[in-house]
């Protein structure tokens, strides 16, 4: 079936500085990812829809200054988590769809962010 | 953030049993229902799915039911094994428009299966 990848599976950072984490679709074509957010024993929220070529929609509460998405191609979202806090720890999951309202959702395995 | 003291619910059985997890989802306007595993460290796997327009559809060892009713939803699993053992989440999506895909997850359930 589809793979989505994930990279890294897991980063520790200084406090201060920015991550970068990449969401590919390794076998089809996504326009659209999503971007989920899950604390620990907690559910998952969903933080944003990366489309390709266009301008991520956030959702409610959600800095987009603070958590840039880049979808610059049909196979690759990033999020950066720019100058990151300890508060930003949390296991970072994507999702894409190869064709609207009829694609398989696919998730990848997930990055776990851990700020110092 | 984290919400300090967060207690999933939890369903403790023994190997070989029936499960069966509960979810209420919050939107009467969704109209597709997932049900996901989740294991430590991974990302969530499907398990099944169902659409407004059915009641019940069930997989290899595995049932949903759909209450639109009261807005709930349920996994049977039968003859659970210790390999089931993970966290369970349902979610719930708008499937038509630009709502496709943006789900909303239930809070999760921790299946633990005993030998």
């Known amino acids: 079936g589809a793979v989505v990848s994930q990279h890294p599976s897991w980063v520790i950072c200084k406090s201060g500085t920015s991550v970068k984490i990449e969401c590919r679709s390794l076998d089809f074509q996504a326009t659209t990812m999503f971007w989920y957010r899950q604390f620990p024993k907690q559910s998952l929220m969903l933080m944003a829809t990366?489309?390709?070529?266009?301008?991520?929609?956030?959702e409610q509460g959600v800095e987009k200054d603070k958590f840039l998405i880049n979808h610059a191609s049909l196979t690759l979202s990033t999020l950066t988590v720019t100058s990151a806090h300890p508060e930003d720890s949390s296991f970072y999951i994507c999702?894409?769809?190869?064709?609207?309202?009829?694609?398989?959702?696919?998730f990848g395995e997930g990055s776990r962010l851990t700020v110092l | 953030g984290e919400s300090v003291g967060l207690h999933l619910p939890t369903l403790s059985v023994q190997e070989g049993d029936n499960s069966i997890i509960n979810c209420a989802y919050s939107?009467?306007?969704?109209?597709?229902f997932i049900w996901y595993k989740q294991e430590s460290g991974k990302g969530p796997q499907f398990i099944i799915d169902i659409r407004s327009n059915m009641d019940k559809r069930q997989g290899q060892r595995v049932t949903v039911l759909l209450n639109k009713t009261v807005k709930h939803l349920s996994l049977q699993i039968a003859a659970t094994q210790p390999g089931d053992s993970a966290v369970y989440f349902c979610a719930e999506n708008i499937s038509g428009g630009t709502s496709y895909g943006k789900l909303t997850f239930g809070q999760g359930t921790i299946l633990t299966v005993h030998p």
């Open positions: 999702s894409a769809i190869g064709q609207l309202n009829t694609g398989e959702l696919f």
């Open positions: 939107n009467s306007a969704s109209d597709y």
């Open positions: 990366s489309n390709e070529g266009s301008k991520a929609t956030y």
